[in-house]
């Protein structure tokens, strides 16, 4: 799934350029007609539910294998229910400087719309206004895993459900670790050591990345502890108060990633101005660059990594506590005074069911939020979906935490990018934290 970002409103990243999701946070498709897509007369007569999103409402029989899966269980809930679902679709061109994000909290704020395609910043914001309808009371979500609900849940409330699970780790040239005779690296120490052959033999980048996804190598190593071996509730209570400070956990993340700069093994220029996929993909395929940091999907796409003339294994981030995957998820939400919530909720509990999500993550190939559905993943996918299987990870994203983490550590990532130094890059956090304190 692909988020528009800026400066100000970093969105995930997770799913930039995956055909897995269907609602890819771009700019795509025309522009509104009266706020619907494709609604006939007979489907007028009927209940309508407003879906606002990044996408298009297509024929039934359109050839589009990106858009398919959540089509199709948009459909099905269409037909069970006896209802219409009207995509209220965001395109740059309508709202030109504006953001998915702001536009959509411009909407939700009004009340204009029933379901919510939701980036994690955006659901905490709404989340903490009282403007989503808790969704604890679904039949679906019996069978959730656990993280999906951590990471959903604020003030007690579940307020977001997605239909797929997008982890990021590092996209490893097999053949390349090979010829140096290289492990495949557990720990940040290893990492490093294996960078430095790379440079030592005339690989100028050994790690490719780019502006947006260099958070969740900084996240797998703040978080690794809090959330694996920690007492991760009473650990984030404690930064909620400010009786412990985001910093603390940042600053050794902060401090590797300079150092990765500091030794040339990322070029932190290049990163800076990178856009996803783009900035470092052609150097990873022509086997330029042994290691890109890089999510699931691209695994699965011939047009990002999952194509290349060489083997490929997809690892988590080296960490303290060994290879570490990052996950993160952009779900649906439903305003809690929409005026169809009901419907809309009766749609959402079908499309999340177990029978929609085995239809989903089947043709896309990714990781489901529910524990009853498994899909068969590629060779090269395996070491990462392993660590996710024995329920390690670290979440990029968590509505629990008072200060939004995706977003403004994809910011304060690209500071230091841009030279600012680690100290203030940790007086950021520190500021971030002193506001939501502060109420702000």
């Known amino acids: 799934m692909k988020h528009i970002r800026n400066k100000k409103t970093c969105i995930l990243a997770a799913a930039v350029l995956t055909g897995a999701m269907i609602f890819t946070l771009t700019a795509c498709g025309r522009q509104e007609k009266a706020g619907r ?26 050839e589009n294998v990106a858009r398919t899966a959540s089509e199709l269980t948009v459909a099905m809930a269409e037909e069970r229910l006896g209802v219409s679902v009207a995509y209220i679709t965001y395109t740059a061109e309508d709202y030109q400087e504006k953001t998915y994000d702001e536009v959509l909290l411009e909407r939700a704020r009004h009340n204009l719309d029933d379901i919510y395609l939701l980036n994690p910043d955006t659901l905490r914001a709404l989340g903490e206004e009282g403007l989503l309808a808790d969704m604890s009371g679904l039949s679906c979500v019996e069978n959730l895993r656990d993280v999906v609900k951590t990471a959903n849940t604020v003030d007690g409330k ?32 290893e990492f490093l050591e294996c960078c430095r052959v790379f440079k030592e033999n005339g690989i100028e980048t050994p790690v490719g990345a780019n502006r ?3 958070e969740t190598f900084v996240f797998a190593q703040a978080y690794g502890d809090l959330y694996n071996g920690g007492n991760t509730e ?5 930064l909620n108060s400010g009786e412990s400070k985001y910093s603390d956990y940042m600053r050794p993340a902060f401090e590797f990633l300079q150092e990765m700069i500091d030794c040339g093994y ?5 990163a800076y101005v990178s856009e ?5 993909g052609e150097d990873f395929l022509t086997q330029k660059t042994p290691i890109v940091m890089a999510y699931w999907g691209a695994a699965n796409s011939k047009t990002a990594y999952g194509d290349p003339d060489f083997p490929m294994v997809v690892i988590g981030f080296p960490s303290s506590r060994g290879q570490m995957p990052v996950i993160s998820m952009t779900g649906f939400g439903v305003g809690a005074d929409g005026v169809n919530r009901e419907d809309a909720m009766q ?34 996918l395996q070491p990462l979906n392993d660590r996710i299987s024995e329920n390690v990870y670290v979440l990029g994203a968590n509505a629990s935490m008072k200060v939004e983490q995706w977003g403004n550590t994809c910011v304060i990532v690209r500071d230091l990018l841009g030279g600012a130094t680690v100290d203030e890059c940790m007086e950021a956090f520190d500021k971030l934290q002193e506001e939501s304190l502060q109420g702000k």
């Open 37 to 62: 897509n494709l609604i006939t007369s007979e489907e007028e007569e009927k209940s309508v539910v407003n879906l606002f999103s990044p996408m298009e409402k297509i024929e039934p029989d359109a």
């Open 158 to 189: 579940l307020i977001g459900i997605p239909q797929e699970v997008v982890a990021y780790g590092l996209f490893i040239n097999q053949d390349m670790f090979d010829a140096y005779h290289l492990q495949l690296p557990e720990t940040p120490e």
């Open 212 to 214: 947006w996804w260099l």
């Open 234 to 238: 009473a650990e984030i209570a404690a």
């Open 266 to 270: 990322i070029d932190a220029q290049k």
């Open 276 to 280: 996803a996929i783009e900035g470092e």
């Open 347 to 380: 749609v959402l509990d079908i499309m999340l069911s177990d029978e929609a999500l085995q239809m989903y993550a089947e043709t896309n190939q990714v990781i489901s939020p529910s524990k009853n559905v498994e899909v068969d993943c590629i060779p090269a």
